[in-house]
């Protein structure tokens, strides 16, 4: 599976939209962008994934570039309950097993 | 009772105890996975069953034993452990098919502490 770089870190304004950076230069045509988020101590939760269109549900909007290199999760208004551990993971669609690779993920902490 | 349940969610043991730890998910899912999440490191996965059957194993220790009796429900068993086995276990579940896979849903783990 292709790997992903996140910055370790990012604060963002209670109320304000919190935007997380995500590369993956070395994806293939036919891998998703997965994105989900671990709030401390907890079970990872899904947000949302894409492939090459931009998506958007009711926790967040995926903007994927066009040449596919790198996206952004969008969190459009901020709450102190989103302060989590975001993972920005790449897995194959074609995937049997759906087993997902996590790196160290953006710890994104949201101030009032 | 709804999604993925784990338990116990703590457990204590020392090194010769055997325990095991308990997944089940209530979505009808068909794969079920094993993470360890060490202290302020990834989660790493463990193992993967599909369709009750092991698919991957990634290059576990032995003294961490997998069972899968049916579908909905996974197993972990545990025997002459280490400290540095201390982690939060958690347990996944998802839909695979042949259109590839859905998204993973998580329990809320086992905080395992070996003494």
């Known amino acids: 599976d292709a790997k992903t770089t996140q910055p370790p870190s990012m604060d963002c304004a209670e109320g304000r939209a919190a935007n997380l950076p995500c590369n993956h230069s070395?994806?293939?045509?036919?891998?998703?962008v997965y994105w989900y988020r671990q709030i401390h101590s907890q079970g990872p939760q899904y947000i949302i994934h894409?492939?090459?269109n931009n998506e958007t549900n009711e926790m967040a909007s995926l903007i994927i570039t066009e040449d596919r290199k790198s996206s952004t999760l969008i969190l459009p208004h901020a709450t102190l309950r989103d302060t989590a551990v975001y993972y920005c993971?790449?897995?194959?669609?074609?995937?049997?097993?759906?087993?997902?690779?996590f790196g160290q993920g953006t710890t994104l902490q949201v101030k009032p | 009772e709804t999604g993925v349940t784990q338990t116990p969610r703590h457990l204590v043991m020392g090194m010769t105890n055997k325990k095991s730890l308990k997944c089940e998910q209530h979505l009808g899912h068909n794969a079920m996975y094993w993470y360890k999440q060490s202290a302020k490191k990834p989660l790493e996965l463990m193992f993967v069953y599909n369709f009750k059957e092991q698919t991957e194993n990634n290059s576990v220790p032995s003294r961490f034993s997998p069972e899968c009796p049916n579908s909905s429900h996974l197993f972990l068993h545990l025997h002459t452990l280490q400290p540095e086995d201390s982690a939060l276990y958690l347990c996944a579940s998802s839909q695979v098919g042949s259109g590839g896979a859905r998204e993973q849903f998580f329990g809320p783990g086992t905080r395992l502490t070996v003494l």
């Open positions: 894409g492939l090459k």
């Open positions: 070395t994806i293939s045509g036919n891998e998703y």
């Open positions: 993971i790449v897995v194959l669609a074609s995937s049997n097993t759906g087993k997902l690779i």
